[in-house]
């Protein structure tokens, strides 16, 4: 009986294990759940959209460079002015968030909205194949022709390509103008700096030849400066008329949508123009 006993106890201690066993062994497979739970959370966190994003933060972040009156500026306040910097704004407001502009070089613009430092630049970007290759654009808001600034009294030393060739033509660094002196002045030998008014002190000093800038720049330049004047030379419109548009980081479609259907509508009924001429006046009237 002792020994019947004893095998009876030894029988239930081992079921006992081995119940206690399976439970432990089954811990791990009920948290499954938990952590697939998490993993879709991180995923449909990934796939938010960037409207998304930009109405959860509240703002919308602008990269410019605020030196390329009348497209953007500081005024008297050193508040960001322009008809880019309005452009911004409906953009802002049709997402109905709050408008932050942030001041950079303009070749690092581009940079910045790859990796998401800002949403979006605008900065009367020169719609080009080289640009589209790392970003996506938006719609054309505006087109502009190109102009070859001299120093006063030189306007009619320059009519031809050939007449530039060896001489020293200058544009901001890492814009359009740089790729079309390359291109449609080869002879000539490009000079690049950071910001068109030190540009144009070259040009009135006789350091350089000229300065190529977009036609509305150009004129802004020359109303501050009686030193310098419009070359005679012209460039070809097959080869200078641009068409300026917003940058935007590649697979923005959803945010694309809503700058197009904001640049459609300003472009449409007149307003981006009443805004460009309000923004010649006022940089006129700060000498810029």
Known sequence: MKKLLTAALAMAMALSLVACGGSASSAPAASAPASSTSASSAAASAEE??????KAKGKLVVGTEAQYAPFEFKDEKAQFAGCD???????????????EVTDMAFDGIIPAVKSGQVDIGIAAFTVTPERAEEIDFSNV??????????????????????????????????????LLIKSALP??????????????????NGNIAGLVVDGAVGEGLISTNDKIAV???????????????????????????????VIDKVVADGSFETAYNDAVALSKTLGI
């Open 49 to 54: 959209s960037l409207v998304e994003k930009i």
């Open 85 to 99: 910097i309005w452009l911004a704004q409906q953009i802002a407001d049709e997402l109905g968030v709050k408008l």
């Open 141 to 178: 808001y505006q087109r502009d022709e190109q102009m070859l600034i001299v120093q006063k009294g030189k306007e009619d030393t320059y009519t031809t390509k050939e007449s530039l060739a060896g001489q020293k033509i200058g544009a901001q660094k890492g814009t359009v103008q740089s």
């Open 187 to 204: 002879d000539s030998e490009l000079f690049e700096l950071a910001k068109y008014p030190a540009l144009a002190l070259e040009v009135a």
């Open 231 to 261: 070359a005679s030379f012209k460039f070809d419109p097959a080869e200078a008329n641009f068409g300026k548009a917003a940058v935007m980081a590649k697979g923005s479609d959803d945010l694309a949508e809503v700058v197009n259907k």
